[in-house]
């Protein structure tokens, strides 16, 4: 059976999200609401799905049996396809695994690169594509990072054998000064949100934010049970937001931001703090603290200070000609 490519526009959601949730591989950023935030809120972004339908004549409303999600984003002249973008773990869906049907989609999607294409890259979270699979494709690989925390504890546990005691003191600093939590509700909030990452993004001395406030908008009325959005205030100042995905038995933390004023009140200790303790009063068994940049050591040991294992994963790339001669990997791939 022949791989189908289909636009969002022609996919079955509920086809596509009974692949996911099947998939053992499946995660949020798999999620047909996940590809919705892109293809209505970023302009140059087109989401694609190569699917190997279930059944044998070929009609995707029999099922899909396994699957890529892709966004091909126009930047810079290049057509880049993503699987997927922004610390979106993507890779080969699969409800039964099968090396024929992995590489018979792999190969459909290294076919993707042709015309005036720039890079097409891959994150495979799971470890579960063979360096022989990408080898005669042309791709090579990076390494990326994350920290997990087991949530399958009461939160004293937690606190008492994973947290460090400098984790522990400044999360009680951040009580002592009245530093509350809550849920992010209102369109309003999100604008303040926004600000908070303009100013992050300027404290890091980048030029200006990739996540524009209609992405933010989309995000906060597409993403549903799936996001969980807190913010954390002292009275009414607002201090630090924390963007978090849930699905299956993880909890990710995807984006967050603060005002620079607010950092003296331990903001974002206060929002991971309270995310524990609602991850293990839900019955959440993981909890991600999200992708780390290479030399970042002081928020890898950030991380470290919560009891999260490191975890290492790759995502593979390959680039044109073209695109390496105009552009740098380092700044082109979005993760």
Known sequence: MKVKILRFEDISPTEWNN?????????????????????????????????????????EADGIKAGIPVVEIRKGGFKNYYSLPYGGYGGVLTIHENEKETKKLLSSFAKLAKGRWGMLALTDFYDNLKEEFWEPLGFKKIQCTTHILPLFFEPQNIWRNFLSSKIRNQVRQSQKMGVKVSLVKSKNEIVECHKMLKETVRRHKKVSPELTFKFYLNLFRTMGKFLRWTIAQKGDIFL??????????TIIWWDNASYTNGL??????????????????????????GSSPQ????????????????KVYCTYYKKSFLFKTLKSFKNEIIA
């Open 19 to 59: 692949l996911v949730m099947n998939s053992k591989n499946g995660t949020v950023f798999n999620t047909i609401e996940w590809i919705k935030v892109w293809n209505s809120g970023y302009q140059n972004a087109t989401p694609l799905f190569l699917i190997l339908p279930a059944s044998p004549s070929g009609r």
């Open 295 to 310: 030399n970042a050591p002081g928020l890898v040991k950030f991380k470290e200070g919560w009891g999260a294992e490191k």
């Open 240 to 249: 630090a937001y924390a963007i978090h995905f849930v699905y299956k038995d």
């Open 264 to 289: 003296q009140y331990r903001p974002n200790n206060a929002l991971i703090w309270e995310t524990i303790q609602w991850g293990c009063e839900k019955g959440y068994k993981y909890y991600n603290l």
